[in-house]
Every structure is written in structure tokens, then in C-alpha cells.
């Protein structure tokens, strides 16, 4: 979509969502086809994300700025609470409801970015690899403001990733978490090229053994798998428009087993596909134990929810807690169902206030 349009159809959109949607929402996104899309139950073939070449308002090589699309705040206002029982039906427009969107997620408004390697090739702590990706190597490194059309390595300590853009696809990862500790990614679009299927992976920790991965605010879409990872926080972040290519299962979040402390957090993850899920614990490699999920929004894949259980061993401390099911991909949140290999009597699992979007009435595991 072309900056200059986008007044000119968001006037068109907002004439759409008033007609589907009750109450006053207001869509401030940056790409508003992204919300009809929601709203149409799109499996999406065609992700319309603005990317750096439809950005451009000056003459080629110039940076690029986010439009300002209001004058409030940077950091958007989020959920803090559990799910409303006031309001229902927040998948078509999430953010109505306290939930991340197009509208609350990715770069923020008024950034500046810049192209690499065109216009930058290196910066503290981080450095273009002529063989095609961005590596960052320095602990404390800041990478922030940048268009990049290829993945990220991480293989330092204390990283900060901020407010880019990442267009890259095939077998690749958007953001590759190689023996990493606390790395902080906030502000970030990931998804696919023009000319790819689908990106492998949008955020994955490679070796299964980072630890204290914080990803918020981020926009994820047109992969196989949204974020891949065993411990850290999700929070804020938006995983939609999930793409398969061949055989490829399809999970908006996963983790392959571990139990060190993860923690999913007022999310919005929908897989239109009826395979696999919107979040899932496995046991690929071992016990899960100790997770969190909590006031999210989820929908899709063969079941939605994946709780656990495996021939590893029993799982532990799984809490599930107040997050809304929709059913607006399948009749059933999942193809299959809601949810499943979930213990519900193992030690300190809990499930309790998860609801339906559209009724408010329990989800029973």
C-alpha cells in the first residue's frame, strides 16, 4: 500500500468496520487491510504489510518514516487485566478490546528507518555479513531503526532489538537467538518478501537454551511458526496470517520442551489452518513444566491449545488462565477443538477463567 493512500482507505475501512462491528472502534493501523482481512476470515494468501519499497515518499535511498498516526503516547495503552465480561466477539478487532493488533504493534509512529545494507551496513555492536544477513555480536548491543531484508543472528548477551522491519523468507528465521541471555525485542514487523511463500520462523531460539528473552509489541506474520522458544516472556505481539509451504506445520507459538519459566501474556495469535495450533507445549525434547498463559486471544490450528502432555514425563505448573477462545476460523476455536493434551490433576496445573469470545461462557479443557 502506498503511504500517500492511506488516508483515502481508511476512510473506506472504517466505513466497513462500522457496519460489522458494534460499539465505536477506532483503527489507527498502520496497514488497515490487515484488519479487514480479520474481519473477512482471510487465510490470506496475500499479506498486505507495507514494506520499504511501498513506504518511500522521497527519492530512492532516502529513509523512511512511520506515519504519525496519532499524537499520543509511543507506548500504546495495553490490557493488564483478565478478559472482559462485558465485551464479546474481539477477534475481528481486537484492539476494541485491549488486544494487540495491526494497530498497537510493530515500529511505532514517526520512526525513521533506515535500510540496510543500502544505506547502513554496521553499527555498535552489530555488522552486515556480506553473505547475506545481520549479525549481531557485541554484548549491550542496540539494534534499533533499521528496514532489513534478510534475518538477524544474535549471538551475544543483553541485546536490545527495536522498531525494524524484517522482510526475509524460505527456510529462514527472522530473528535467530543463538546462546543468547536477556535479549529484549520490542517494536518489531517480521513476515516474508514479496517473492517468498512463507518465512520458516519468524523469532526462534535456535539451540533451545536462551534465557531471559523478552518479545513485545511485536507484528509476526506469513510463517510457518510465529515464535519458537522454551522460556522468557511473549507479551503484546500480534501472530496472524501464518503461511505453510509443503509439509510445514503451522504454530503460532511453540515450545519443544523445557522448564524454565515462560510466560505468554496478552496476546492475539490466530492460525487459519486446521492443523496444529495457536500455542502449543510439546515434549520433543522434554518435560514441560512451569509456563504461564494468560490473557490472550487466541483461535485456530487442529486445536488450539496443546497443553503439555507427552511421554517425556508429567507436566508441572501449567497455568491457563483467563484467555478468550474465538471461534471465528472454526466452529470450535480449532479444527478439532479447543484444546488438548492438557493434565488437569498434575501438580500445580491450573485452568480456570478461559472463555469463549463470543458468548463469555466457559471453556471447559
Not at 506469513?222 to 501472530?239: D, E, F, P, R
Not at 471465528?328 to 485452568?351: D, T
Request: hydrophobic share 30%; net charge negative; charged share 15%.
Amino acid at each position: 500500500m502506498h503511504r500517500s493512500s492511506w488516508t483515502r482507505r481508511s476512510i473506506v475501512l472504517l466505513v466497513a468496520l462500522a457496519a460489522i462491528v458494534t460499539g465505536t472502534a477506532t483503527v489507527t493501523s498502520l496497514d488497515s487491510q490487515r484488519q479487514l482481512s480479520l474481519l473477512q476470515n482471510s487465510a490470506s494468501a496475500t499479506h498486505p504489510a507495507v514494506r520499504l519499497s511501498e513506504a518511500a515518499t522521497g527519492p530512492p535511498g532516502a529513509p523512511t518514516t512511520a506515519p504519525a498516526t496519532s499524537p499520543t503516547t509511543q507506548e500504546p495503552a495495553t490490557a493488564t487485566t483478565s478478559p472482559s465480561t462485558v465485551q464479546t466477539n474481539c477477534a475481528p478487532v481486537p484492539s476494541r478490546c485491549g488486544f494487540p493488533d495491526a494497530t498497537n504493534t510493530g515500529v511505532q509512529p514517526g520512526i525513521t528507518l533506515q535500510r540496510v545494507p543500502e544505506d547502513i551496513t554496521s553499527g555498535p555492536g552489530w555488522i552486515w555479513d556480506s553473505r547475506g544477513w545481520l549479525s549481531v555480536n557485541d554484548n549491550g548491543a542496540i539494534l534499533e531503526n533499521i528496514v532489513v531484508n534478510n534475518g538477524i543472528s544474535v549471538q551475544a548477551n543483553n541485546v536490545t532489538i527495536r522498531n525494524i522491519v524484517i522482510n526475509t523468507g524460505g527456510e529462514d528465521f527472522g530473528i535467530a537467538l543463538r546462546h543468547t541471555n536477556n535479549t529484549r525485542i520490542e517494536h518489531v514487523e517480521i513476515g516474508p518478501t514479496p517473492s517468498d511463500s512463507r518465512l520458516l520462523v519468524g523469532i526462534k531460539d535456535i539451540y533451545g537454551d536462551a534465557t531471559g528473552t523478552l518479545i513485545t509489541h511485536a507484528d509476526i506474520w506469513g510463517s510457518s511458526t510465529g515464535v519458537q522458544m522454551g522460556s522468557g516472556t511473549l507479551t503484546n505481539s500480534y501472530i496472524h496470517d501464518l503461511r505453510k509451504q509443503g509439509d510445514d506445520h503451522v504454530n503460532g507459538f511453540t515450545s519443544n520442551g523445557s522448564t524454565q519459566p515462560l510466560t505468554l501474556t496478552n496476546n492475539t495469535i490466530f492460525n487459519s489452518f486446521d492443523q496444529t495450533d495457536a500455542i502449543s507445549l510439546f515434549q520433543d525434547f522434554g518435560v514441560e513444566a512451569n509456563r504461564t498463559i494468560t490473557n490472550n486471544l487466541i483461535g485456530g490450528g487442529g486445536y488450539t491449545l496443546y497443553g503439555g502432555a507427552g511421554t517425556k514425563g508429567q507436566t508441572s505448573n501449567i497455568v491457563i488462565t483467563n484467555n478468550r477462545f474465538t471461534r471465528h476460523l472454526f466452529p470450535n476455536s480449532g479444527y478439532y477443538g479447543p484444546v488438548a493434551a492438557y493434565e488437569p490433576n498434575a501438580p500445580g496445573n491450573i485452568w480456570t477463567g478461559n472463555i469463549w469470545d463470543d458468548t463469555n461462557t466457559p471453556v471447559n479443557q
